[in-house]
């Protein structure tokens, strides 16, 4: 437990730390996977591909807006499409605070679940 501290300690010295939620990261995660193709509809195929689990479209909006404010990712506008009425496809990219932030929560992640496995014996 004392090392799961010492680690936390590490990133709160000086800054405060922006944790994501878990929705936040999924759809991160998501973006970075897709490349030039994550756009909302690719992003909530990709999250439900990475899930298992049914995404409305309104559950990727939501945490995409929110990463959009935080400076996670940033968007570009596609050309206009026939198929859509001439409206064009929000492409979105993660920047490289977003790339910093995944690493370090992977890294809380793993160092929160570090004891467990010895703890699983008491899951009953």
Do not use: C
């Amino acid at each position: 437990m004392n090392h799961i501290i010492l680690f936390l300690n590490r990133y709160w010295k000086g800054l405060k730390m922006q944790l994501l939620s878990r929705s936040e990261e999924i759809v991160l995660l998501a973006i970075w996977k897709l490349r030039d193709e994550a756009y909302g509809i690719t992003i909530r195929e990709q999250v439900i591909k990475m899930t298992g689990n049914p995404w409305t479209i309104g559950a990727i909006y939501a945490p995409l807006h929110r990463l959009e404010k935080k400076g996670y990712v940033k968007t570009r506008k596609g050309a206009p499409v026939k198929e859509r009425g001439g409206r064009h496809k929000v492409f979105y990219e993660i920047t490289p605070l977003a790339k910093d932030t995944l690493f370090r929560t992977r890294e809380i992640q793993n160092s929160a679940w570090a004891e467990i496995q010895a703890l699983e014996s008491e899951k009953a």
